[in-house]
């Protein structure tokens, strides 16, 4: 099944230009957002699960952030976004690979996932993420979805979608604790509206003052 994943994804980076593909954000907003509210140190270790060629990375480089660090599971995604920020790539960690595989001996202040959790549709892959993100996450979690009047598919592939509250449930039974939601009405680069559930967590174990 991973092979089958990964073969589609990379058949999609391979054939397609980012204004060809629904999840381009010239400016993500949404995740922007919530990213400030954590009001973290330049030099915070931050993760983009499932990046891919997005401009998130170029954002945050220019807002100075020294420790970023990009997952997909496509090496043509990883690539494509390598050849876009040309030598500033060299400032980001990229990594290959499923995100229920990541390990790493890195604890992150912030792991940020826009629509790559939505696309574990089971209760094992499920757990597996979460397990995941409870080992590698020391700080802030952003998770972002389809909503519940979302896509029911993306690219293809069937998605979860959630609410507030089932999303909510989720993380809060592992180790973190709510911090905000909001919805976003995401227009894709061919005029379609997707609705997007945001949501923001923190470790349980982090102080109240979310000092690093």
Known sequence: ????????????????????????QETPIGSLALIHICNLPKNARIMDAGGGDGLLVDHLLNEGFTQISVLDISDAAIE???RRLGARSRLVTWYVGD????????????????????????????????????????????????????????????????????????????????????????VTPFGTKQNFLFCQFKKKSLSISGDF
Not at 1 to 24: D, G, L
Not at 170 to 176: G, Q, T
Request: one cysteine or more; hydrophobic letters at 30%; a negative charge.
């Open 99 to 186: 995100v229920l595989d990541f390990q790493s001996e890195e604890n992150y202040d912030l792991w940020h996932d826009r629509a790559t959790f939505h696309f574990q549709t089971n209760p094992d892959s499920i757990n597996q993420y979460i397990k995941m993100v409870d080992k590698v996450v020391k700080g802030y979690l952003i998770i972002a979805t389809f909503s519940d009047i979302g896509p029911t598919k993306c690219s293809g592939l069937e998605i979860q979608q959630y609410n507030e509250s089932d999303l909510k449930s989720i993380f809060e039974e592992a180790e973190f604790m709510n911090i905000t939601c909001h919805r976003e009405d995401h």
């Open 80 to 82: 494509k976004a390598k």
């Open 1 to 24: 099944m991973k092979k089958h994943i990964k073969k589609h994804w990379e058949h999609i980076y391979q054939t397609k230009s980012a204004h060809e593909v629904s999840w381009t």
